[in-house]
């Protein structure tokens, strides 16, 4: 005996145990319900996947709620459809009828319609002596607004789940970036300890991510790689200052003592030709930029630029970049001596300059000659913002670490 179907009283077709349970439910709809029907398709298609069903088994429920004549699927309405297989096929756009006859299945089987079926399995209407419906047989509509708050509580988790997943992405994507600038940065200036390795150990945890990741994978693979970024800021935070910063440091003092004048108010010139400065024979940019930090790390390292930055706060490298235009001119750099910078530099780098310029501004005379002299240095490969971002980056972190 076979217990996984049933004949029902209306139709010789064996329906699943599942199905006849949602036939009672159906029969169960709350009195006076209603619900606009292209509502439910609407949810019942951001729910595919949940439902089981494939967008050709949407086009026939769109097709069978076009012969539905009112907007309102209503609870004291006939919502038995009874379209011919040859109408229902030109309104799921000529899809053949075995195909039709397939995702019809999945229809029921998801429990969004139920058949209908007459003696003969044929599809009719029988209508009484004034014109009135009296039975139909067909495809009933009647689950759909049964299961009206089910279904937009599945589309509501599914919009939900995309968001977390969109916003898992764009973490991985920022902690990703922000692990290689820290790995390069290390490897660009020769700093202690096998950073080879950890770069092998990020290639490796970049691989694992599939190549259509779902939202396990990407939390999976973004935990580890906050893990690796902080592990990485641990190992640039415990070494020496001496070993770190020192050489960087001196170069430092000799800019500010390169940049102090007798007037304490002494602008830079305008130009290189004023200053009597030759130009560059690199034709003014070098082969490889700078690398540029990660954000959270240059604002650890210069907190004063967020004061500047657009509604007092830095949140992206464009606010960044906007605060290092109202501080160069509150530092009296001049727009040719910026311009130059970023050209050299590359914009974000200049503008992270800047920022370290306005965290030593009261050790320096004239922040548009130090400004000048850090892009001829970078126009030569002689400098590098690694060293002086992490040197700020250690004094701010023990000033903190004093004051709490």
């Known amino acids: 005996m076979n217990t996984g179907s049933v004949a029902v009283p209306f139709g010789p077709r064996p329906i699943s145990l599942a199905a006849v349970r949602r036939q009672l439910a159906a029969a169960d709809i709350k009195v006076g319900k209603s619900v606009n029907k292209w509502r439910l398709k609407k949810d019942a298609s951001a729910a595919m996947n949940q439902l089981g069903l494939q967008s050709n088994s949407l086009a026939v429920l769109d097709a069978l709620l076009?012969?539905?004549?009112?907007?309102?699927?209503?609870?004291?309405?006939?919502?038995v459809v009874y379209p011919s297989n040859l109408q229902l096929s030109l309104r799921a756009n000529g899809m053949p009828g075995s195909t039709m006859r397939r995702h019809l299945a999945a229809l029921v089987e998801a429990g969004l319609i139920l058949r209908r079926d007459s003696a003969n399995g044929k599809r009719y209407v029988r209508k009484g002596r004034s014109g009135e419906i009296e039975?139909?047989?067909?495809?009933?509509?009647?689950?759909?607004?049964?299961?009206?708050?089910?279904?937009?509580?599945?589309?509501?988790?599914?919009?939900?789940?995309?968001?977390v997943f969109r916003k898992a992405k764009e973490d991985l994507t920022i902690c990703r970036r922000d692990?290689?600038?820290?790995?390069?940065?290390?490897?660009?200036?020769?700093?202690?300890?096998?950073?080879?390795?950890?770069?092998?150990?990020?290639?490796?945890?970049?691989?694992?991510?599939?190549?259509?990741?779902?939202?396990?994978?990407?939390?999976?693979?973004?935990?580890?790689?906050?893990?690796?970024?902080?592990?990485?800021?641990?190992?640039?935070?415990?070494?020496?200052?001496?070993?770190?910063?020192?050489?960087?440091?001196?170069?430092?003092?000799?800019h500010?003592?390169?940049?102090?004048?007798?007037?304490?108010?002494?602008?830079?010139?305008?130009?290189?030709?004023?200053?009597?400065?030759?130009?560059?024979?690199?034709?003014?940019?070098?082969?490889?930029?700078?690398?540029?930090?990660?954000?959270?790390?240059?604002?650890?390292?210069?907190?004063?630029?967020?004061?500047?930055?657009?509604?007092?706060?830095?949140?992206?490298?464009?606010?960044?970049?906007?605060?290092a235009v109202v501080v160069r001119s509150m530092l009296g750099i001049s727009p040719s001596a910026y311009q130059d910078a970023c050209e050299i530099m590359g914009p974000e780098n200049a503008a992270v300059a800047v920022a370290c310029i306005l965290e030593r501004a009261n050790l320096i005379n004239s922040a548009g000659g130090y400004m000048?002299?850090?892009?001829?240095?970078?126009?030569?490969?002689?400098?590098?913002?690694?060293?002086?971002?992490?040197?700020?980056?250690?004094?701010?972190?023990h000033s903190v670490e004093r004051a709490g």
């Open 256 to 323: 500010i003592q390169n940049s102090k004048s007798e007037s304490p108010h002494e602008f830079e010139p305008r130009s290189e030709k004023e200053q009597g400065a030759t130009p560059s024979a690199t034709g003014r940019r070098i082969s490889e930029p700078l690398k540029t930090f990660p954000l959270g790390i240059v604002l650890k390292a210069c907190p004063q630029i967020s004061d500047f930055g657009p509604g007092g706060g830095v949140t992206s490298w464009r606010d960044l970049m906007s605060a």
């Open 135 to 163: 039975t139909a047989f067909g495809f009933d509509l009647s689950p759909l607004l049964a299961r009206a708050e089910e279904l937009a509580h599945l589309a509501q988790q599914v919009v939900a789940d995309r968001a």
């Open 66 to 79: 076009s012969f539905y004549p009112e907007d309102e699927l209503r609870q004291d309405a006939q919502l």
């Open 179 to 254: 692990v290689r600038k820290l790995i390069s940065a290390a490897l660009d200036e020769g700093l202690r300890g096998d950073w080879l390795a950890i770069e092998d150990v990020y290639i490796k945890l970049v691989a694992r991510l599939p190549r259509t990741p779902s939202v396990a994978d990407v939390t999976d693979i973004l935990d580890e790689m906050e893990l690796l970024k902080q592990e990485i800021v641990n190992r640039l935070e415990s070494l020496s200052e001496t070993e770190f910063t020192s050489t960087n440091d001196v170069q430092i003092e000799q």
């Open 372 to 397: 000048r002299d850090l892009t001829r240095r970078a126009d030569r490969g002689e400098f590098s913002l690694g060293p002086m971002v992490m040197a700020l980056y250690r004094a701010n972190s």
